[in-house]
C-alpha cells in the first residue's frame, strides 16, 4: 500500500468515527432529557422539545463542523470566496441531481399513479405510502438552510478538500461522498437505496464545488435539494396526492438523466480533472 493511500484511509477512518461520535451524540437526546429533567425544566424543554428539538440540532451540527475543522488544509478564508460561476452549468447540475433523488421518490409513488389508472377500490385512490409528516417553519430552516451549510463546509469545504490535498480529484469525490452517505445512513435506517441515492447526490455536490471552485454553489444546490424534496413529500404525503406527485416528476427526472449521461462522459474524458488547484 503505498503512502498516498494509507493516508488517505487514514484520514477516511478518523472522519468515520468523529461522524460516529456525532451520531451517538445526536441520538442521545433522551439521556440528555431525562438527566436534565433532574435540574431544569424550561432548560430541559428548550433543548430537546421546542420547536421539534431545533437547538439541540443545531448544536449537533456546530459540535461536528468544530470536530472537523482540524482537517481542512488551507487557509480558513478560502473556504468562504466566491466565484462567478457558469449559470448554465449549474442549471444542468441542479436538473442532474434533483433527478437522481426525485427518481427514488417516484418509485416510492408508483403503486399509487398504477391505482389512479386502473381505478382500484372503486374509483377511489388511497396512499399506499401512510406516513405522518409535520413539517414546521423550523424544519424548513434546518434542512433547507443550516443543514446545507454545515454540511457542505464539512463534506466539501473540509473533507473534500483534505481527500484532495492528499490524493486526487477523483479519490476525494469517491471518498468524500461515501463519508456523506455514512453521515445519512443511521437516520435513513441504513437502507440501501436510501444510501446510494445519497452517495451519487454527494458525488455530484463535490463535483459541483470542483467545477464551481466556490462552496457556495454546492450549499445552495443542497439546499434547493432538501426543500424540494420537504415539498414533494408534504405534498404526496399530508395532502395525499402522491400520484400527482409522481406523474409531475418525470418532468424533471428525464432531461436529468439525459443531461448527467453527457455529463459524465465529458467527465471521462477530461485529462486536467485531477490537476490540483491552488489556493
Known amino acids: 500500500m503505498s503512502k498516498k493511500t494509507k493516508d488517505v484511509f487514514i484520514n477516511v477512518i478518523i472522519i468515520a468515527v468523529i461522524f460516529l461520535f456525532i451520531y451517538i451524540f445526536a441520538n442521545s437526546k433522551i439521556v440528555i432529557y431525562r438527566f436534565l429533567s433532574r435540574y431544569d425544566d424550561k432548560l430541559c424543554y428548550l433543548l430537546t422539545r421546542k420547536n421539534n428539538s431545533f437547538l439541540f440540532k443545531l448544536i449537533s451540527l456546530i459540535i461536528m463542523f468544530i470536530f472537523c475543522l482540524p482537517f481542512y488544509p488551507y487557509k480558513i478564508r478560502n473556504l468562504f470566496k466566491y466565484e462567478k460561476i457558469d449559470f448554465k452549468f449549474f442549471v444542468r447540475i441542479c436538473l442532474m441531481v434533483l433527478s437522481v433523488n426525485l427518481f427514488v421518490i417516484f418509485i416510492r409513488y408508483l403503486p399509487d399513479v398504477i391505482k389512479y389508472f386502473n381505478f382500484y377500490n372503486n374509483g377511489v385512490i388511497e396512499n399506499t405510502y401512510h406516513k405522518s409528516v409535520n413539517i414546521s417553519i423550523f ?86 435539494i432538501n426543500i424540494f424534496l420537504l415539498l414533494t413529500v408534504l405534498l404526496g404525503n399530508k395532502y395525499s396526492q402522491p400520484h400527482l406527485v409522481a406523474l409531475f416528476l418525470p418532468v424533471i427526472i ?26
Not at 473533507?159 to 468524500?176: G, P
Not at 455530484?204 to 434547493?224: G, M, V
Not at 428525464?254 to 489556493?279: F, M, R, V
Request: aromatic share 8%; with cysteine.
Open 254 to 279: 428525464i432531461p436529468g438523466i439525459i443531461i448527467a449521461i453527457q455529463e459524465i462522459k465529458k467527465y471521462s474524458k477530461s485529462k486536467n480533472i485531477d490537476k490540483p488547484i491552488t489556493l
Open 139 to 224: 424544519n424548513i430552516i434546518i434542512s433547507g438552510l443550516i443543514t446545507p451549510i454545515v454540511e457542505e463546509i464539512i463534506c466539501r469545504g473540509i473533507i473534500y478538500n483534505r481527500l484532495k490535498n492528499i490524493s486526487s480529484v477523483r479519490l476525494a469525490i469517491i471518498f468524500s461522498s461515501i463519508l456523506f452517505a455514512l453521515l445519512h445512513a443511521p437516520k435513513l435506517g441504513f437502507n440501501i437505496v436510501a444510501i446510494l441515492t445519497i452517495l451519487v447526490t454527494g458525488a455530484f455536490l463535490a463535483y459541483t464545488y470542483e467545477k464551481t471552485k466556490t462552496i457556495w454553489t454546492s450549499i445552495f444546490l443542497h439546499s434547493l
